[in-house]
């Protein structure tokens, strides 16, 4: 289970977590001896007993670590800049299990924006999957990705969707995702 890339950590504080895959809410007591087997996007995954945990990005000072800056928009942006914009805080959400951001996996199956005539705010939805239908992170994943989204300058409704037709498949990944995970 441990490689070079698990930091062991100890906790600063009592983090409230979630199991990984099962997604069940759980508090890692402080002065508790953790692992930091993933952190990417701004949220960690932990090892802890013998078990997985996710650890949200705004608790990251329980882990000693700086929480992630939102991202900005710069003035008179257009809508491909926004689009793009609203990807690149799509690919901070990561599979708590695969290293691999969620549009990279090929999870997002679409993302609309609607930009309102009377005022300057924006409307995103979003139809999204997870690698597998009985995942109990795929609710969590979807918050996740809501939460980001609503970070964004300009937003001022998300609406996530999780879907699950058609049914995901190893094909739906990026290229650069699939060499990421030694598939090509």
């Known amino acids: 289970m441990f490689g070079n890339d698990n930091e062991p950590v100890v906790l600063r504080r009592d983090v409230d977590t979630l199991s990984v ?3 069940i809410p759980n508090r890692l007591p402080k002065d508790s001896l953790v692992y930091i087997t993933q952190a990417m996007g ?3 995954t932990v090892y802890f007993e013998g078990n997985l945990y996710r650890v949200a990005g705004r608790d990251a000072d329980a882990l000693g670590k700086e929480p992630a800056q ?19 805080q799509m690919r901070t959400v ?5 290293p691999i951001n969620i549009v990279d996996l ?7 924006i609607e930009k309102s005539a009377e ?8 139809k999204m999957t997870v690698t597998a239908p009985g995942c109990g992170m795929g609710e969590v994943l979807v918050e996740e990705v809501r939460d980001k989204v609503r970070q964004l ?13 058609p049914p995901w498949s190893m094909s739906m990944m ?3 995702a699939r060499l990421e995970a030694g598939l090509l």
């Open 106 to 112: 090929g999870l997002v199956y679409e993302c609309r």
């Open 21 to 23: 895959p099962a997604g």
């Open 94 to 98: 990561y599979d708590p299990e695969i």
């Open 119 to 126: 005022t300057d705010s924006r409307s995103v939805h979003i």
């Open 70 to 88: 939102p991202p900005e928009l710069r003035p008179g942006a257009t809508d491909g800049e926004f689009e793009q914009l609203v990807l690149d």
């Open 153 to 165: 300058p300009t937003v001022g409704s998300v609406d996530v969707e999780l879907v699950f037709d």
């Open 174 to 176: 990026s290229e650069e």
């Open 42 to 44: 701004g949220s960690f």
